[in-house]
């Protein structure tokens, strides 16, 4: 576990997790529920399975489609709709801000982690879509439409982005897809949703960059946002700490 200190003011930076779906809720669960400091972590989904939005419902069969195929169903904090989660072609993130530490209110955290990420992957040389050619679209699949701090490349949804506030605490979830998840999955997943598949992830780039690097890009990008020295500054002054330069990392196993 990494740890950049503002002050008495942190960000904890988690190490890379593969577990079932079940395990990795209860991690951000835990996170909502209880995080001190700035967290964030990046995590596979191992073996693959489904997650659904805080909210949403399938239809009747849904449940026996995606089992068939092997597929665990598990529901999010966040809102949203179903996102197929599987180490090969999808990577997960999670950021937490604790209570006190959002000044421009909850709903800035979809902003800077959108932001955050689309910075990153133009650090490393993936276009992210400036304009989007299609309106949103109903739909029970979370990558067949977009929202607004959603990114699309080569013109599909590629990172997705949905968040949930508890206790003061804002967590924003994200799902990278790198590419067309496997046959066999897609069809489960059409099965139960009752319409296509819709989404090729990054790969519609023509590139797919490291997701190491990328997740990289995207801590060092996040951490040197203005809003974020902000929130730093404000948890840093409720410590009664002062606030100080962006932070630089240190290792802790």
Known sequence: MSVAAVGLASFVELPLRGAP????MRCDEGLLAGAAELTVRRYVWDPPAVSLGKFQKLGAGAGEALAAAGLDVVRRPSGGRLVLHGEGFEWSFAVVWPAGALPFGTRAPYRLVSAAMAAALADLGVAVDATRDEPYTRSALCFASALRHDLLVGGGKAVAVAQAVR???????????????PAALVRAVET?????????????????????????????????????????????????????RPPARRERR
């Open 21 to 24: 779906g079940a395990v990795q």
């Open 167 to 181: 206790g003061g605490r804002a967590l924003v979830h994200g799902s990278v897809l790198e590419q067309r998840p």
């Open 192 to 244: 139960a949703a009752g319409e296509p598949w819709r989404g090729e992830g990054l790969a519609a780039g023509g590139a797919v960059p490291e997701a190491a690097a990328l997740w990289a890009a995207f801590v060092g990008r996040l951490a040197v946002t203005d809003e974020t020295h902000a929130g730093w500054s404000a948890f840093a002054h409720a410590k009664r700490a002062p606030a100080g």
